[in-house]
């Protein structure tokens, strides 16, 4: 049995506003899709973790463990709870089930990549990782990259997959180009 969490606990500083509930081209919100997507995919059930409880995303939520850690506390929190997690960063766009569905298949811990380089925040993680996580927190490393890649994760290449970073990536999103003119 595997669950999702939906890491919403970022800063947003580059896009200067909480991604969450930033709605898509169907209206839905960032968040929302995912869950949609993580159940679609056979979640026996969807959290949001980190940052503050926010109602509106309609989740249940948990906080990270820690403070100041980044999306690897996020991670740590829904570990902590026990089981294999999907986890995937709220911003992501261009995922289908079936990419969930490869990941989970792969095993744990089994990671997305997108031209070959690694995306910790699109993975599916298990009780395994949890023992090196904390010692990784516990000695100040933050960079989610490397502490993963660490762990020599199965790789799956998802080139569909991209994070809306900045207003201009969330815009092209909304608006992708249109064919040939």
Do not use: F, H
């Not at 898509?24 to 679609?40: F, K, M, N, Y």
């Amino acid at each position: 049995m595997t669950c999702g969490a939906i890491l919403v606990g970022g800063r947003s500083r580059r896009m200067g506003q909480d991604k969450a509930r930033l709605p898509g081209p169907d209206g839905r919100g960032l968040a929302a899709r995912l869950d949609a997507l993580l159940r679609a995919a056979g979640a026996a059930g969807v959290l949001a973790v980190g940052g503050v409880r926010d109602p509106a995303l309609g989740l249940p939520w948990i906080p990270d463990l820690r403070s100041d850690c980044g999306p690897l506390g996020g991670l740590e929190a829904a570990l902590a709870r026990g089981g294999v997690w999907w986890v995937l960063a709220c911003d992501l766009v261009g995922l289908e089930v079936a990419d969930l569905r490869r990941l989970r298949e792969a095993g744990d811990p089994a990671v997305a990549t997108v031209g070959g380089r690694l995306q910790p925040l699109c993975g599916v993680y298990g009780p395994a990782q949890l023992p090196p996580l904390r010692a990784a927190l516990d000695a100040g490393r933050r960079r989610a990259v490397e502490v993963v890649a660490g762990w020599d994760p199965r790789r799956i290449e998802l080139p569909g997959l991209a994070n809306l970073n900045t207003p201009e990536d969330y815009a092209g999103w909304l608006t992708p180009p249109s064919g040939n003119e």
